[in-house]
DNA sequence: TTATCTATTTATAACAG
DNA sequence: TCTGTTATAAATAGATA
């Protein structure tokens, strides 16, 4: 597209490189607001150039994080490292004891014993009484 | 670039709007490549269709996650910290109905009740005691 | 460096099978 | 709804300012 063919490869010259980067870039975020519009889609782009400079695009109708979602629900891989599954992890583990205080308690109320064996009751009445007598006192 | 000018706007026949979309992310993918190896830059590229089909690029010299990262360090925006935070607060608030938990065990089993007053000891009384009758049939 | 200018190359819209 | 073709629009390499 221009006054001579150039091969793909790395562009030695490096201000050359720099010009050529920056048009590029225009051109690729030119194509991805494009293709947004034209075809109703969703773009992230970004680009760090050498410099460590980035540049992004993120299609106006959603955001970079909607996107990442989207993406590991899509790819089923994850980004959130380690750390985010550990959170889960420990969410999984709270609300496993949680459930397990639930049926304490209502264990404790009388609520859903038929499912419990004689000596199970018998140690759940004689919690009642205690917790009775301490109460009456 | 081709047999007609076109608007930058919503392609309403669906069939043309699909083949336009194939063929611009097949061109935009390429040029995400070609600025890659020209320019030695890195880019991150996700395309999401209509339909909700996924499409992909990033430079073969780094990763998604890596991008990323980087994506954070330069802008100071929080991807999945944000997530992360929210999986904070919901540990937290597990948490507490955990505790509210513990301390009804408790109560119900007569500990910790001095700081209970004259009336919330009475419901808890009638509480044990229908409990007993509960487990005794 | 950053912008503008064009000869060319490249991408692609419309069309065809 | 795919794949291939082609006339044309668009991008851009190299030059110039």
Redesign the interface.
Known sequence: MGRGK?E????ENSSN??V??SK??N??IK?????T??????????????S???H?FCSPSTT??E??D??QR??GKK???A??EN??N??DQ??K??DN??I??RH????D?TSLNHKE?MV??E??????????D
């Open positions: 150039i793909i490869k790395r562009i490189r720099q050529t980067y590029r870039r051109g690729i194509k991805a607001k494009e293709i519009v034209l075809c109703d889609t969703k773009v992230s782009l970004v680009v760090f150039g050498s460590g400079k980035m992004e970079l994080i996107m990442l989207n993406y899509s790819t980004l959130w490292d750390k985010h959170l889960n420990e969410i709270i609300k004891e949680n205080m639930q304490k308690l404790l109320k009388g609520q014993i009751l759940l009445e919690a009642l009484e205690n917790g009775l007598v301490n109460i009456r």
